[in-house]
């Protein structure tokens, strides 16, 4: 049986976070009463004319920038003619042969090392609306919503450079993460403003041919991507080995049963009948206007990953958590600054602090512990004030009622006992009242060293700084 390496490239639409559609004022805003944010220009009305969304053109470059595209200081609108019942004007507005942005990259890491994906171009144009297919007694009726009809979109199309689904979704992942850096998107794939298709081909290893391209669609989410394009290299290895052949379609992904399902055979681009939309002048681009939203571009996750582990001594792991979201970064970076310890801020934050984001669904400056509260807690620990334990539980309590841990800590009189001359006198009271253990543990038994311990946090209520206890009773016990 021949073995086969598949050959993946995928076609990712981004719906841009303007605030208005691209070629007109009515609301991007998702989740709306159906068709409540349509007007006579996103719906087509004859005589209407579109305008460009300035805010739209600007988020496209800063996307490009981010990627290390070539930003095209002239690029064109082009009409896509199809007709299907959600595209109400009958074609779709976006930029065929002169598109905003060529080129660019994305970094990924792979369990064999870093990898290089270029891209091939990153173009502007206006999404569709939205079916939704009855069920029940409204079972063989489709309705139509259109508010999302010319909301702003880019589609991000790479190389065929991808060689398995886990790359594949790991090259998602990190655009993801570079598109929330630059504030372009939310990216929240399940209200479809991260939308991905994939072209999957497989081909015998060793050949230098492209194998036939098949499309996969429907995918919402990392790893629905990842399951469908591991069924497709499946799907076409089984039927080249077999004698078959593979057709070029379009398929859609079956999340439920596990399986892609044929759709319609492939379109090639003269089934569109593209031409330049005579409503809308070419966008030229200055220089100066480039540069100046190249100054927008925050420090890139690659970059700021490279830093904290330089500046900060973490691990590439931690600093991959760290630097997943922009915020969690910001979030780091602030704490820091009010107690400088980089690697017990970061594991408070990743062990204790995203558990919380998690749990509840939350950003990570909505915790209600800010930045400097987490640095406070990591001081009081480090600097013997409270215990790890009681660091756990002042935590909580902070979540719970958005108190300092300062605040917390006197309030419950958790302040640990730090002063050597006190632990001093307690540890000699407790080896003088326990003259049998103190001969034996002498003796060799130094496991009775947990017995003296818990005396001494006994005799002190539990304040006593464990650390301390146990320094001092090995040197008196001795």
Known sequence: MKEFEAVIGLEVHVQLNTASKIFC???????????????????????????????????????????GCNIQKFSIFDRKSYFYPDLPKAYQITQMFYPICLGGFLNIDTGNGERRINLT????????????????????????????????????????????????????????????????????????????????????IGETKLGTKVEIKNMNSFRSVQRAIEYEIARQSEALSEGGIVRQETRLWDNDRGITLPMRSKENAHDYRYFPDPDLFPLKLTDEKIERLRRTIPELPDSRKGRFM????????????????????????????????????????????????????????????????????????????????????VFAEAVKTGKTPDAIVREKGMSQLSDKGELYGIVESVIRENPNETERFKNGEEKLLGFFVGLVMKESRGKANPKMVNDILKETLK
């Open 25 to 67: 004022a009515c609301s991007a805003e998702f989740g709306a009463e159906p068709n409540s944010h349509v007007c006579p220009v996103c719906m087509g009305f004859p005589g209407t004319l579109p305008v460009l969304n300035k805010a739209a053109a600007d988020k496209a470059v800063q996307a490009g920038l981010a990627l």
């Open 121 to 204: 171009r990153i173009h502007m144009e206006e999404d569709a609306g939205k079916l939704i297919h009855g069920e029940g007694e409204a079972a063989g009726y489709s309705y139509v919503d259109f508010n999302r009809a010319s909301v702003p979109l880019i589609e991000i199309v790479s190389e065929p450079e991808l060689r398995s689904a886990e790359e594949a979704k790991l090259y998602l992942q990190k655009l993801r993460t570079v598109l929330r850096y630059v504030k372009v998107s939310d990216c929240n794939m399940e209200e479809g403003s991260l939308r991905c298709d994939a072209n999957v081909s497989v081909r015998p």
């Open 310 to 393: 330089g500046e900060y001594g973490l691990s590439a792991q931690d600093a991959d958590l760290l630097v997943s979201e922009k915020d969690y970064a910001d979030y780091y970076e602030t704490a820091l600054k009010t107690h400088k310890s980089p690697k017990g801020i970061a594991n408070w934050i990743m062990s204790e602090l995203l558990r919380v984001v998690n749990d509840k669904n939350l950003g990570i400056f909505e915790t209600g512990i800010p930045p400097e509260s987490i640095a406070k807690l990591v001081a009081l620990i480090e600097s013997g004030a409270i215990s790890g334990k009681q660091g756990k539980e």
